[in-house]
């Protein structure tokens, strides 16, 4: 019964919200099985055994923003924050194209100090010493105006999760000046500029339904992003959420087997947030369909700032050694790291 929603699913890229639900509630390890060998052929015909690499530098744990599940959330008065200067940025991505990184993910908390101006001078720096890359932003809600300003400077590519899209929700995530419409217009106009857009949510978020992980799958279906990363919800013992439990590995493992039938050419990262929860998470994450990890390239001074949940890996390594470390994870299972962009072939191809 299930075998026939998945072969309808590889079909039509999507099925109804009902169809959805069974698919999640009901699934054996028979049934997911089945999706995730469905879900590695769909990806080796567009990717071969190509897992591309990202390089994240985490260079701002300040935020204004007070998200419930968020260790870097402003009310956590134990975070010790930091900003790297553009000089430490420059010199992470010195490190990180020495080891074969060609795409570089600015990422950090929503921090005012870095307004266009000082934002729009890092990012084309870093276009102009490495004009080969692509770089990816992960800043937030800003205004149309300044992801305009940035995607001219240079940006290529920008990650903004929607987090939930019932709003409902998304409501007993965020504090009441947050809101879903707001994220959605961010991500309709990242896309309206020209960004190649990343959007996603976590697995197990508190209160979260099955009906709310349907409507999640809706509006990726409906949005149709070129990258899409979900991870599982993991507590931070600092925020309003530290006694909720985290989110289950194998519902995150199902979610990426099926976005991987409904977006067959999508980029899905294996994310540290799977790799925090399971030893083999990222391994397993690529079995399912995923096809992107993210090593981290920030100094290893500032790793153990930028805890969004407890217990995150990687906080201690240096950057070649995460580099090599995924490398060897991702032989382990058959799959090589590819030294190029990674674009979407949604942008460099006609399909
Ligand atoms: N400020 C930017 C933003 O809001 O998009 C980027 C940084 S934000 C910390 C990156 C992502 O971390 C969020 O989209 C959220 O899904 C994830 N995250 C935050 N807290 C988390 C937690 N406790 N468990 C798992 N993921 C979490």
């Known amino acids: ?69 968020c260790g870097i959330r402003r009310s956590n008065k134990e975070a010790e924050r930091y ?9 992470c ?20 100090y870095f307004n266009d101006e000082r934002m729009t001078d890092i990012v084309s720096s870093i276009k102009e010493r490495y004009s080969d890359c ?24 920008y ?13 007993k995530l965020h504090p009441e000046e947050m809101l879903l419409s707001t994220r959605k217009e961010a991500l309709y106009a990242l896309k309206e500029i020209g960004y190649q857009v990343g959007t996603g949510f976590m697995v197990g978020s508190p209160y979260q339904t099955t009906e709310h992980i349907c409507t999640d799958l809706e509006f990726i279906a409906d949005f149709k992003p070129h990258m899409v990363g979900i991870g599982p ?5 600092n925020t309003p959420f530290k006694d909720f439990k985290a989110g289950s590995v194998e519902l995150t493992l199902l979610l990426i087997g099926i976005i991987r039938l409904m977006l067959p050419c999508c980029l899905i990262p294996a994310t540290t947030a799977l790799g925090t ?66 674009d979407s072939p949604l942008v460099t191809s006609s399909i």
């Not at 900003?83 to 010199?91: A, E, G, H, P, Y």
């Not at 692509?134 to 590519?157: H, M, Q, V």
């Not at 999760?161 to 019932?166: G, I, K, L, P, V």
């Open 1 to 69: 019964m299930l075998k026939l929603l998945i072969d309808k699913l590889e079909k039509e890229n999507r099925l109804t919200k009902e169809e959805f639900a069974i698919l999640i509630d009901n699934a054996t390890e028979e049934d997911r099985q089945y999706l995730f060998s469905k879900a590695r052929k769909i990806k080796e015909r567009y990717f071969g055994n190509k897992i591309y690499i990202r390089g994240l530098i985490e260079f701002t744990n300040y935020c204004k923003n007070d998200c419930y599940y």
């Open 83 to 91: 900003r790297l200067t553009k000089d430490d940025i420059l010199s």
């Open 159 to 171: 990650l903004l999760r929607h987090e939930t899209a019932d709003s409902g929700h998304y409501s």
């Open 134 to 157: 692509a770089l990816t932003l992960s800043l937030g809600e800003r205004s149309y105006e300044s992801y305009k300003a940035l995607y001219e400077a240079g940006a290529d590519r």
């Open 233 to 237: 919800f993991i507590p931070h013992h």
């Open 93 to 112: 991505c010195e490190t990180g194209y020495s080891l074969g990184f060609r795409t570089f993910v600015l990422q950090g908390g929503e921090d005012p």
């Open 277 to 342: 929860l399971a030893a083999t998470g990222r391994e397993m994450g690529v079995l399912a369909g995923a096809n992107v990890v993210m090593p981290n390239l920030s100094p290893s001074t500032v790793r153990n700032k930028y805890l969004l949940y407890d217990n995150k890996i990687c906080t201690g390594d240096e950057a070649a050694e995460c580099r090599m470390c995924l490398e060897r994870r991702m032989n382990s299972i058959g799959s090589v790291i590819a030294v190029d962009r990674g």
